[in-house]
């Protein structure tokens, strides 16, 4: 299954119940630390977002908007344009994103989106958006695999060639040094290939991680024989995850990544305490956030 985030949105809205499954970010929160992924999942603890992480959300807005121009119109000018709008969408939406700047000067704002926009310059540095034609962008794509596992994510951008040829771009804007983040966002790209093969019956033909923070980018071409491996690796991640889930037996992982962690003090790790265990929780277990979308 295959749908926008807006309409995803939209069906949230309505209070539909959706299924267990497991998402890029959970997984990965999982693999880096069984605690981590029971703070967010079970617990659902707040994080106050970063303004660094608002800012790739604000990005990813932005360029979702620009491919929805008419090809000649993409251009950076008129990417730039699109960043004050989209804020005042994103801000609409989620006022307490806006609260990080309660208190805080016009001049704040603006030069924190004009640090976004040189976000922006990085990706036209990267590629000419009026030559592409993406099938999708911020695309929702579900798949149970055969195992009764559910898959469940957003595709940043889907490119698929006059061949059928399928790429996967995924937009990197977060403030954690690229080689931290780069196994990470491999596993995402992995994860996204395994549910659009089942979806589609096509291994994509490129996985493309463009990092606007460094101006960068990466290119990976999977195989159907690693797929296979990875989607075995997915299945004992979920099965992992529901043994925890059924004992409460989360354990913490300490490592890098702890620096960017926002329940350090809750960590006995760093000397504290997590709250009493609430249980396995139903119908939804850990789902992407926007945030995690812009990571
Ligand atoms: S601080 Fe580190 S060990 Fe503790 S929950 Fe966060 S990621 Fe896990």
Redesign the pocket.
């Known amino acids: 299954m295959a749908t926008t985030a807006a309409e995803d949105e939209q069906a949230g809205n309505r209070g539909e119940v959706r299924r267990p499954a497991l998402s890029p970010s959970r997984a990965s929160d999982f693999k880096?630390?069984p605690?981590?992924y029971r703070?967010r999942a079970v617990d659902r603890l707040p994080e106050v977002p970063t303004k660094a992480q608002l800012r790739g959300t604000l990005v990813h807005s932005v360029l979702e908007r620009l491919f929805a121009l008419p090809g000649p119109e993409r251009l950076p000018a008129r990417a730039r344009e699109l960043l004050a709008p989209a804020w005042s969408q994103l801000s609409d939406q989620r006022p307490e994103w806006a609260e990080l700047f309660a208190g805080e000067g016009e001049e704040q704002v603006r030069s924190w989106l004009s640090s976004a926009e040189k976000l922006l310059d990085s990706y036209f540095a990267l590629e000419d958006p009026r030559r592409l034609e993406p099938e999708a962008c911020e695309l929702h794509v579900e798949i149970e695999l055969g195992s009764g596992v559910l898959l469940r994510g957003y595709v940043d951008r889907l490119d698929v060639a006059p061949t059928g040829e399928i790429r996967v771009v995924d937009y990197k804007t977060g403030a954690a040094p690229r080689e931290i983040g780069e196994a990470k966002a491999m596993f995402q790209m992995k994860f996204y290939a395994v549910v659009l093969w089942r979806l589609r019956g096509i291994v994509p033909r490129q996985l493309k991680l463009m990092y606007l923070t460094d101006g960068q980018s990466l290119a990976y071409t999977p195989d159907e024989p690693e797929l296979r491996r990875f989607e075995r690796t997915l299945e004992a991640i979920w099965e992992a995850i529901l043994r925890a889930g059924r004992t409460g037996d989360f354990r913490?992982?300490?490592?890098r990544?702890?620096d960017w962690?926002a329940?350090?003090a809750r960590?006995p790790?760093?000397g504290g305490t997590p709250p009493p265990y609430p249980g396995w929780p139903e119908p939804d277990a850990g789902d992407e956030t926007p945030l995690d979308r812009a990571d």
């Not at 913490?252 to 490592?255: K, Y």
């Open positions: 880096q630390c605690l981590l703070f913490p992982n300490p490592g990544l702890c962690c329940h350090q960590c790790s760093f």
